[in-house]
């Protein structure tokens, strides 16, 4: 846990309980909106969880709990014109683009007013408007998607820049090696995120990467790289605007961002693999409980504000998932609507159970 | 001996006997020691035999699969488990390219021992990249040989085949079959790859199926005989590769008409090979054309509406007899609706 | 107006034309540009468009075959070039996993009009890897266009209409069609994708065929018109997903038997799909099994010899249409030899 | 070329034609006997483009010429219970492992004889028991079967080495980034070796990698790694002998060997991107004329020596060919003998004109 000890400069309060020093004023009021912003986030997971405990979810449901502050600081750094491609632990990203919990929820419900239509699910938010180019559930799989996003930009000489995130294990498949080249080559203006959360499923760094400090990975493109404290969402924003900098003007970058992942990989792991200690560890790194009481040791937030954001947030994902749940299903008959983009000749439009030629008039009884 | 047990554990024992008994298995995967698998099948086996002998993978498909021919070459036993099969087309090139074909195309100086174990199925809202059946990729390919079983007493013995076999094996598992129970035979008794079973005797139609849909059609043919009075013959493919033509044909042969199960998609999936091998080899004994239920040709939806949709349903079964019977006009009177 | 070219003109010349057309189109692959194609198709477009539209790329097919699918989601029109078609298992994951799905998992949000244009095709001796024919795996795929034309005109026609579609389209080559000739009309005319097309009409029997194949079936169905007066029906398939069933069907039951040629290995290859098509929907007009002609089952040997072996001739193709004439009871008393 | 002049630190005549430091008489008696191989592999690749043009030769044929002097450092560098992973241009790896030419010829010829029984041809050269373990055509498929290979060695317990080679443009792809990965992070007993000879077919280094000095690339996985002056076969053996001794301790190394394609990237490439100048300088740095003059300044070898070394390579190769003409071509009904290694029940050895099933009799004629 090396790189916790060299996070975050000033400002939270360290383990001995002194307290570092002071926020700016913009840094004060920009804290707040981001820890509102992370609670929106936690508030929104724990309701899924429960969905998915109530069998509105299926599928696989991956939650932020734990990274609200890296997502939180990641996209406040992006402009609204920028592009986001992500993975399957996105639910949290969405929101922080702008989409409505309500319609992200609906998604996760599997329900028409859901970003995807309910076609994609908890792993497969998209939404055109507000560039979030997906949420892809093949580990690495978004990656040479995004880079794909960063030469369309490039080769129209345009000023959008591509985000593109991953986990930890993400970093061992061979698209991450293949992206990172061509990005560098051709000088796309990308920057690739690693949100180390230390775990896979339930597989360290140590055990998946040879070199366990990823960002170090860049060297072998000549790309530019950082490693920041994803528990501070301020140092997460600094970091990543620095980031985001660099690749409008032609740099592809890579940025680490270490953090936690508090529960499971999934909501239906128990995660038993982790000691109690570990477990233990967790709670004291939980970005809501640090970034909260830090807002309040600064003066910026009193046990009434805190109590009210809480409460303002539960109501979000409230709302969230009572619209979803009052979403129509997907109607059956438009089962054939998304294969195509184009319409074809000869498309087979058969359910299951239907022959694929009209049944022959039935023959006579024989003898 | 018997023991009942489900198809997982069935898979763990084996797992473990075979461990025991040659020290040139070992088991290679994502996730399947610390976790102890996704789905749980080697469960206990990291804490057994340590991480020498169960070794959890960085998520690199074609790096770890590839390793794994790599150590069969030298005479390992590697049994890897690709999470679920959507994940194996990463690691495609390695297994058709060089799996198999290193026997082959070195003029028969290496072999390549080597399982992989991997699931399909859909049915669980996983999306379209989660949800494949794609067993035709490598089915379809001379060199590699692909196993699939739908009993917990298959699942044993065809991994057992599998494991001591000297040739690349894709053993095809399938989620919705994990908990399934059955007799468990005790002791050691490979099956034998590339031959089907006839695991239930009928003279009105011919119902073929593999791993999850053997495992329907002989369900469906149990309730048809129950509650219709009608005589069944299932088929269960167990290897896709080789595939069992004579099985297959001999008993169209004696009922005259048949019914594919299959949950890949229709257009060039297995079953179009099953229904072009009947129609050729029992030309002249076929009263119907081979009717072929399969999923309905789209990227998989998540939404649980859409989803059942896309899927073959067990009602959609019994309704491909009934409409096959009526074709042959077989469909006795008692049982008409 | 016409103009006699190769295959490889036909190529190049409606590559250069779209590029002319739409600023969006641009090329991507390995070798394209300073090399000029490893199969010349792209010559001096390099040097007329430019590094930015004429782009070469490590080797790293997953990379650039999923960096275009990107690109195409923002709205070029990347033609991608996989230098043959048994690269393409690297990207397979993207192509089957991504650029197939992500019209249909997002809901209809954003299209992917990307073409992969790649070579197939055995006989070259370059052995078991590099050799193989493996369409299936993308013709397989909901989601995916695949067309595969067999003359320079439909090479012309069918390029065009992929690189305006707004779909991924695999565009099926052939190396043994490069150097082939024939007419293409000039001006604008972009092929319907997901249409077959009868090349010849005749009465005796249906050869169908695509790509290689498809130019195989007409070579031999001339020669048995001049040498037996036989009246032999072609059907190129041109499209192999979406698959024009309707053609196919109508073709048989005019002819009431047919032999199906391809490249890939039999069991589980396209000829299935085409032959369980014909048996269902000719059911009561097919007078004899339908044949197939395709590779022996094995990992495609070096040696001249063995490689010969392992492929379908001219001559098998010649003797299974004698031996489904034979069956059918038509072959004429003539042309018995 | 930068890496030109840091190369091989004594020995090699300098570019202004004065005399380096002389050699110690055992590398004197080395470098005679790395002369004489690399003749023999010249004159090998010579006859073997002859026997191309002669149509005896099918498929892709790539040579080993301008590479001769790699080749022999790093075979010569390893023990006999060693393995040999390569690619495509493989020709003098087989013979530098102990395989005679006449069955590596056979084998570019496709017959019985051939190290693969004429079943692989130029591209898959494979003989278990000199432990060359192929030959391989797709580019990086050898990566991960190498390091699988070393896996099982070091399961065992026992000390050989694994080598695999690569050229410079299979750096890019993503079985390098996977299998480098598992070798460092399973302390596994193999060397990587680039023969980095600036192109793939006609892509430079500079247009394929983003970070061109390639051995810099080990860092992604904390893996020791060297860069050396291939042309100089014992640069080339001594840097060789490093990295297999840390090998066999169980670190893997990534090897650079910077050396030069003489001709195209296989027979049939007359190579047209070339500059004039380029293929003029390429002359200069061919190795056989280079480590030829250095071993007539340093006095161990003269006219007449070098003449009669020509002669007796020139028969090697002419003996392989006429052995290869000699050799039968496989038999026809051996083409169902190598699909499996387990016999299978129903395996379909059914020729491509046969009928899946055997013919129905004859229908009596309709009317
Ligand atoms: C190619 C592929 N292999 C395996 C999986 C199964 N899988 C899903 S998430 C995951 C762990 C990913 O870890 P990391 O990249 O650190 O992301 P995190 O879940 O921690 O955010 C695995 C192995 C997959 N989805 N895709
Ligand atoms: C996966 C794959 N992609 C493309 C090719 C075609 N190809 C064969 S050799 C080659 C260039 C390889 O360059 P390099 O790695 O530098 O090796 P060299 O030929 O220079 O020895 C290419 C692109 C292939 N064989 N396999
Ligand atoms: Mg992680
Ligand atoms: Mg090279």
């Given at each position: 846990m090396s790189e916790r000890t060299r996070s975050a400069k000033k400002g939270s309060p360290s383990a001995d309980g002194s307290v570092p020093p002071g926020l700016t004023d913009e840094e004060g009021r920009r804290l707040l909106d981001f820890y509102r912003r992370m609670v929106v986030i936690r508030r929104f997971e724990e309701r899924a969880a429960r969905g998915y405990t109530q069998a509105l979810i299926g599928g696989y449901c991956h939650l932020n709990l734990g990274e609200e502050a890296a997502v939180v600081g990641l996209v406040a750094a992006l402009d609204e014109r920028d592009y986001l491609f992500t993975n399957y632990r996105e639910h949290g990203y969405a929101i922080e683009r702008g989409i409505s919990p309500e319609r992200v929820m609906a998604e996760l419900y599997g329900r028409v007013d859901g970003v995807s239509k309910g076609?994609?699910?908890?792993?497969?938010?998209?939404?055109?408007?507000?560039?979030?180019?997906?949420?892809?559930?093949?580990?690495?799989?978004?990656?040479?998607?995004?880079?794909?996003?960063?030469?369309?930009?490039?080769?129209?000489?345009?000023?959008?820049?591509?985000?593109?995130?991953?986990?930890?294990?993400?970093?061992?498949?061979?698209?991450?090696?293949?992206?990172?080249?061509?990005?560098?080559?051709?000088?796309?203006?990308?920057?690739?995120?690693?949100?180390?959360?230390?775990?896979?499923?339930?597989?360290?760094?140590?055990?998946?990467?040879?070199?366990?400090?990823?960002?170090?990975?860049?060297?072998?493109?000549?790309?530019?790289?950082?490693?920041?404290?994803?528990?501070?969402?301020?140092?997460?924003?600094?970091?990543?605007?620095?980031?985001?900098?660099?690749?409008?003007?032609?740099?592809?970058?890579?940025?680490?961002?270490?953090?936690?992942?508090?529960?499971?990989?999934?909501?239906?792991?128990?995660?038993?693999?982790?000691?109690?200690?570990?477990?233990?560890?967790?709670?004291?790194?939980?970005?809501?409980?640090?970034?909260?009481?830090?807002?309040?040791?600064?003066?910026?937030?009193?046990?009434?504000?805190?109590?009210?954001?809480?409460?303002?947030?539960?109501?979000?994902?409230?709302?969230?998932?009572?619209?979803?749940?009052?979403?129509?299903?997907?109607d059956p008959s438009t089962l054939f609507d998304y294969t195509y983009a184009t319409p074809v000749a000869n498309d087979l439009h058969r359910l299951p159970g239907e022959p694929l030629f009209a049944a022959r008039p039935r023959p006579t009884e024989v003898a | 001996m018997m023991a009942v047990m489900t198809f997982r554990q069935a898979l763990h024992d084996t797992l473990r006997d075979e461990m025991h008994r040659d020290e040139n298995v070992v088991l290679m995967g994502e996730e399947i020691g610390v976790f102890e698998g996704s789905y749980k099948i080697t469960a206990g086996l990291l804490s057994e035999f340590g991480e020498r002998r169960v070794r959890d993978t960085p998520i690199a498909e074609e790096g770890f699969t590839g390793a794994a021919i790599g150590a069969a070459m030298l005479g390992l036993r590697p049994v890897v488990e690709i999470m679920t099969i959507n994940f194996s087309l990463l690691a495609l090139d390695q297994i058709v390219n060089h799996a198999a074909k290193i026997y082959g195309m070195f003029g028969g100086q290496a072999r390549v021992p080597l399982v992989i174990r991997t699931p399909g199925g859909g049915g669980q809202q996983l999306g379209a990249t989660h949800s494949q059946n794609i067993e035709l990729y490598y089915a379809f390919v001379p060199g590699m040989k692909v196993v699939a079983p739908s009993t917990p007493a298959d699942a044993k013995a065809l991994l057992l085949a599998a494991i001591r076999d000297d040739d690349p094996v894709l053993f095809l598992e399938n989620l919705a079959l994990y908990n399934t129970k059955g007799d468990v035979p005790d002791g050691d008794a490979p099956a034998e790859i590339g031959r089907a079973a006839v695991t239930r005797r009928g003279s009105d139609l011919t119902l073929i199926g593999y791993s999850r849909t053997a495992f329907v059609a002989n369900q469906v043919a149990q309730e048809l005989a129950e509650t219709e009075g009608l005589d069944i013959e299932v088929v269960d493919l167990r290897s896709l590769r080789p595939l069992d033509r004579t099985t297959i044909v001999e008993s169209v042969k004696r009922t005259s008409c048949a019914v594919v199960l299959e949950d890949d998609w229709l257009t060039y999936g297995i079953g179009a090979e099953v229904a072009a091998t009947i129609s050729d080899g029992a030309f002249d004994y076929l009263d119907a054309p081979v009717r072929r239920v399969a999923m309905a040709e789209v990227p998989l939806p998540y939404s649980k509406v859409l989803e059942t949709a896309a899927l073959p349903s067990h009602e959609d079964v019994i309704n491909a007899v009934y409409q096959t019977l009526d074709a042959v006009g077989r469909r006795r009177p008692a049982a008409r609706r």
């Open positions: 076609w994609g699910g908890s792993m497969h938010l998209f939404d055109v408007d507000h560039r979030l180019l997906g949420g892809y559930g093949i580990v690495g799989g978004q990656l040479p998607l995004a880079t794909g996003a960063a030469l369309a930009i490039s080769y129209r000489g345009s000023d959008e820049v591509v985000m593109c995130t991953m986990g930890d294990g993400t970093t061992n498949i061979g698209a991450f090696h293949e992206s990172l080249n061509l990005a560098a080559l051709w000088h796309l203006p990308i920057v690739y995120v690693i949100i180390n959360n230390r775990l896979g499923m339930g597989t360290t760094v140590e055990k998946s990467s040879a070199e366990p400090e990823l960002a170090r990975r860049a060297a072998s493109y000549r790309m530019a790289s950082a490693r920041v404290d994803g528990l501070d969402p301020l140092a997460t924003y600094e970091a990543t605007r620095a980031a985001v900098a660099a690749a409008r003007a032609g740099a592809p970058f890579l940025l680490e961002v270490v953090s936690e992942r508090l529960r499971g990989h999934s909501v239906v792991d128990p995660a038993k693999y982790r000691t109690a200690e570990e477990v233990e560890a967790l709670t004291s790194h939980d970005p809501i409980h640090t970034v909260g009481a830090r807002l309040m040791v600064e003066g910026l937030l009193d046990a009434a504000g805190l109590a009210a954001l809480d409460e303002e947030a539960k109501a979000i994902a409230e709302r969230a998932s009572a619209f979803a749940e009052s979403s129509p299903h997907p | -």
